[in-house]
């Protein structure tokens, strides 16, 4: 029985190392499909990183876009008013019917010299 058992280990041994051997196997197996599926997964990643800051920025603008639009509509319901239209006709230098048109010049050197003699 002794022989027998001597026979057993050996076999046990080899059976052993051929298990370690095909985990070993398997394991890298498995590491080097991990490894691949990370790197196949890498640039869809980057690029929709990429893509969603792209898209912050974009509605930024979209934002400031807006409230300049406001502001804009704003601008344009003041810009209808007779006040204001006779304004921008003043600013041309229209004038009523039945009024002169007078154009002073050197106002600028008269409020200096002003400026400097009330000093």
Do not use: N
């Not at 370690?20 to 197996?29: E, G, H, K, M, P």
């Not at 869809?44 to 990183?49: E, V």
């Not at 810009?79 to 039945?98: D, I, L, N």
């Amino acid at each position: 029985m002794s022989s027998k058992g001597k026979r057993t280990k050996p076999k046990r041994a080899a059976r052993a190392r051929r298990r370690r051997q095909r985990l070993s196997a398997r394991r890298f197996v498995v590491l080097a499909l991990l490894v691949l599926i990370t790197l196949l997964y890498a640039g869809p990643l980057r690029s929709y990183y990429d893509k969603r800051e792209l898209v912050r920025h974009e509605q930024a603008q979209v934002a400031l876009l807006r409230s300049q639009h406001d502001e804009l509509k704003q601008k344009l319901k003041r810009a209808v008013t007779a006040k204001a239209v006779e304004r921008a006709a003043r600013r041309h230098f229209y004038v009523k019917s039945g009024e002169r048109l007078y154009i002073v010049i050197g106002i600028d050197s008269w409020r200096r010299d002003r400026a400097r003699a009330g000093r």
